[in-house]
């Protein structure tokens, strides 16, 4: 007999709240923002908070990684320095480190 799975209605819940937390920040931010004149030294901030961000993420398993990590991190720079697209260059990461952790 197939088992359905069954849902905690406090998970669902936290899930939703943290939800519209999360969408509060990141409308309340674009909000705030708009409501100032804001310099050239802040919008070059705003403009480069989405890789150090990644960077911030990735960097401690990169440091704790071995070789298929190390080898993904290669490819990514390379894609990144060959397209400066931030989004393709972390798609053909993850797709690397998956390929070399099955080959390593």
Same mark, same amino acid.
């Given at each position: ?5 069954s849902?905690?209605?406090?998970v669902v $819940? ?7 937390v ?5 409308? %309340? $931010? ?8 804001? %310099? ?10 989405? $890789? +150090? ?11 704790? %990684? ?7 991190a290669?490819?990514?720079?390379? &894609? ?11 798609? +053909? $990461? &993850?797709l +690397? ?6 080959v &390593?």
């Amino acid at each position: 007999m197939v088992e359905l799975l069954s849902l905690d209605p406090l998970v669902v $819940g936290v899930i939703l709240a943290m939800t519209v937390v999360t969408v509060i920040a990141k409308v %309340g $931010g674009i909000w705030l923002v708009r409501r100032f004149d804001v %310099g050239e030294r802040v919008e070059a901030g705003l403009d480069i908070l989405p $890789g +150090a961000i990644v960077i911030a993420v990735l960097g401690p398993e990169l440091a704790a %990684g071995g070789p298929a990590e190390w080898g993904a991190a290669a490819v990514v720079l390379g &894609v990144m320095w060959r397209t400066e697209n931030i989004l393709l260059a972390l798609c +053909a $990461g &993850v797709l +690397a480190v998956v390929a070399f952790r099955a080959v &390593v």
